[in-house]
């Protein structure tokens, strides 16, 4: 009967400790605004959104590299108060970005729909500073 306790608290704890070690979200990188903008993870992805009156950029960083946005499309709600506005974001060097005249300052709330190339599209939301 010991014999069969001891099996068991064994199993738990090595169960336990693996569940544990899964739960840690030290990805070996910061989730810190590389271009001035406010980062969000989401599907172990860093989005960081830089919102400003005359353009909006979306960086995307994969384990803290940037990652492809080749063949990627966003899609960007826009939320003031009571307002709202849609902006098409594309590809634009290693971002996805749209030009123009926007309302965004403090307060602002964003909601992206991001498609990476090959991949499932992201929700991730945001709230500007």
């Given amino acids: 009967m010991k014999k069969t306790q001891l099996l068991l608290a064994s199993a738990i704890l090595a169960i336990g400790t693996s569940a544990f070690a899964a739960d840690k979200h030290d990805h070996g990188h910061e989730h810190k605004p590389l271009h001035g903008g406010v980062v969000v993870e989401a599907s172990d992805m860093d989005f960081e959104l830089v919102a400003k009156a005359d353009q909006i950029s979306l ?9 492809s946005v080749q063949g990627a499309s966003a899609k960007l709600t826009l939320l003031n108060g009571s307002e709202k ?24 709330k964003a909601v992206a729909t991001v498609t990476l190339a090959g991949k499932k599209p992201v929700n991730v939301r945001f709230a500007l500073k």
């Avoid at 960086?59 to 590299?65: A, E, N």
């Avoid at 506005?85 to 602002?108: H, R």
């Fill in 59 to 67: 960086h995307v960083r994969d384990h803290g590299k940037p990652a």
């Fill in 85 to 108: 506005s849609e902006v098409q974001l594309a590809p634009a060097g290693d971002k996805l970005e749209a030009k123009g005249s926007f309302k965004v300052g403090s307060g602002t």
